[in-house]
């Protein structure tokens, strides 16, 4: 799974692609793609490109300088020269008529960074979680650009779970750590902090709550951005090393 990235017009680092965004000028357009956000209710959506051979990201009202104000549309104005190829894996956010925002990351690449566009809805299908992992299934050292995850077999069949994440910063650089008891249900690891606050209580913000899942050959991790310093994100999709 390689993607073409010829001429990508928006490149950004995993955090300004999942972070939620204030009001502004490119806030305003509910036809802007801006990624994907956590919700506490509702787990990530994994989608690959079944499209042939490949298929372009189209615009946001916001590309073009703002001028792109007719688009996402099935026109040649809207579509860009970045796409992706048969079987990439992408995160899925909203939709807007026929199209799916989404974001994308090599799997190959060595630091977070994500395109993000919109879609034809019809060019993707969707990867379902695996619903009921065997433990083993869960354990292993898994690999994200940036940082990693290891799961490990803890007491009373919970399981230990450790991750580290990096992001360059100019001269400096963004850390997150992650060290967690949890227990799997229904299909999920979901857990706040170091686990011991229970997840289905309500967000009362600046804490670290982060949600797993087995989907395909992938470790699905996301995270609501506050697991770190600025910028600073597990979300991804992991492989084992």
């Known amino acids: 799974?390689?993607?073409?990235?010829?001429?990508?017009a928006v490149i950004l680092n995993l955090g300004a692609a999942l972070a939620a965004v204030s009001a502004s000028a490119e806030t305003?357009?509910?036809n802007d793609c801006l990624g994907v956000d956590w919700d506490d209710k509702r787990p990530l959506t994994v989608a690959k490109v079944i499209a042939q051979p490949r298929v372009n990201l189209i615009k946001s009202p916001y590309d073009d300088d703002f001028k792109a104000t007719t688009c996402p549309a099935a026109t040649e104005a809207c579509r860009r020269t970045a796409y992706l190829v048969t079987n990439d894996p992408v995160l899925v956010g909203k939709t807007s008529g026929d199209f799916t925002c989404v974001i994308y990351q090599s799997p190959t690449a060595k630091k977070q960074i994500w395109a993000r566009g919109w879609l034809p809805s019809a060019a993707l299908g969707r990867v379902e979680p695996i619903t009921a992992p065997a433990p083993s299934e869960w354990l292993g050292s898994w690999e994200h650009p940036g940082g990693g995850m290891t799961i490990a077999k803890g007491e009373g069949g919970k399981l230990k779970i450790d991750g580290e994440q990096v992001v360059p910063a100019g001269r400096d650089f963004h850390n997150g750590a992650i060290e967690a008891i949890a227990t799997p249900k229904d299909?999920?690891?979901a857990f706040v902090n170091d686990g011991s606050t229970p997840f289905e209580r309500p967000n009362e913000g600046d804490e670290c709550r982060v949600r797993m899942q087995r989907i395909g050959p992938w470790l699905l991790v996301e995270d609501n951005n506050d697991c770190g310093g600025s910028g600073v994100t597990f979300t991804?999709?992991?492989?084992?090393k």
């Open 1 to 8: 799974m390689q993607v073409k990235l010829i001429g990508l």
């Open 236 to 240: 991804g999709l992991y492989h084992r």
């Open 28 to 30: 305003a357009n509910p």
């Open 187 to 189: 299909g999920t690891i």
